[in-house]
């Protein structure tokens, strides 16, 4: 277990803790507390990627002899450990993401309840038989692993995501580099921290820090990753998309954001309708991909539901994360903040009109 909150600060690659090629390193902040220094991280570049993605390469062999059961332990094992830090994780969490604590402790269970969903799957009977038009004929589908994959995942989540993604994948056969937000590192290398506590052998697991230019992009376009799966901005998502289309054996899994509605309709239960378009307006600060930017509001309801809506919001306490009672913490940087500021100034100009 650790027992402090000090960070090595370097890629894991092949079972090892190991400096980016250039030395260079990025800062981790806390957003509510700027000038807090969580931790300096590796600041990977190509030649780390291609360390990295050689790790993953060279270790598909011994992992995929492994049987589906054998792989899916190592997930026992880490979930195990999640729930012995489940605390410390989440106030690592809501330190680095900005989130409040509840919003933070959700996120580690959201992981865990992943890991052990997987555990328990590969206990039990999967693939397809499927129906033939010839009687002497037997056809059926059985799931094969893929290959290398990169696994590419927000900050707003920065342990579910994750698990979503890594646990699948590696308890069937694959092998995953993982390169995370730049924005949660340290949630990042304590996910490697107890992988590797968990015993997953070298090679299956590995972590570039990095910028999304710098690292992310040129783990897209390696040759030796097979698929991209990806959360995070639709611009992004796009181009994720645009550059795998180029090989015709790449697969590109993308989940991204959205412009998202609240739809109140003329028999809609006001209180619930309010509370609702509340909850999902402004939980996480309004950065999660499924937020409600837009609300659509019948206009036999329109002033009723405003004036609530406006008397709701106002009672919502805004503080540090780690306060039982915050509702809501922090943008989590500045390009967060220029970007409501954009929208709010937009909303007071088009309102004047």
């Not at 054996?249 to 309708?273: F, Q, R």
């Amino acid at each position: 277990m650790l027992q402090d909150r000090s960070f090595i600060g370097k890629n894991y690659i092949g079972g090892q803790w190991v400096e980016a090629a250039s030395k260079d390193t990025f800062v981790s902040i806390n957003p509510s507390h700027i000038t807090r220094i969580i931790g300096k991280f590796a600041r990977s570049e190509k030649v780390d990627i291609d360390y990295a993605v050689e790790s993953a390469k060279n270790s598909l062999h011994t992992w995929q002899q492994k049987s589906r059961i054998q792989r899916s332990e190592y997930l026992d094992n880490f979930a195990q450990i999640i729930k012995a830090n489940h605390e410390k994780l989440s106030i690592l969490i809501s330190d680095e993401a900005g989130k409040p604590i509840n919003e933070a402790r959700a996120d580690v269970t959201e992981g865990l309840h992943m890991a052990q969903y997987i555990f328990g799957r590969s206990r039990m009977p999967y693939g397809d038989v499927i129906p033939s038009e010839i009687l002497e004929k037997d056809s059926y589908m059985l799931r094969k692993p893929k290959g290398v994959i990169a696994v590419i995942t927000p900050w707003n989540f920065p342990f579910a995501i994750p698990m979503w993604l890594i646990c699948s994948a590696i308890a069937e056969g694959n092998t995953v580099v993982f390169k995370p937000s730049e924005d949660t590192p340290a949630v990042a290398e304590y996910i490697l921290h107890f992988f590797e506590q968990a015993g997953l052998p070298p090679g299956v697991l590995n972590l570039v820090q990095g910028l999304g230019e710098e690292a992310g992009w040129p783990l897209v376009q390696h040759p030796d990753v097979d698929v991209v799966a990806f959360t995070g901005s639709a611009q992004v998502g796009s181009q994720i998309r645009q550059e795998c289309a180029k090989s015709p054996y790449k697969l590109a899994i993308c989940e991204m954001g959205g412009k998202n509605a609240v739809i109140v309709l003329n028999d809609a239960n006001i209180d619930l309708a309010v509370n609702t378009a509340v909850l999902s307006a402004f939980k996480t600060s309004g950065q999660r991909c499924t937020s409600a930017s837009r609300l659509i509001v019948h206009n036999n309801l329109l002033s009723r539901f405003t004036k609530q809506f406006i008397d709701t919001a106002k009672q919502l306490r805004i503080g540090d994360p780690i306060e039982e009672t915050t509702f809501m913490g922090p943008l989590i940087n500045k390009d967060g903040f220029d970007k409501v500021k954009y929208y709010n100034n937009l909303t007071k100009e088009e309102s004047s009109k």
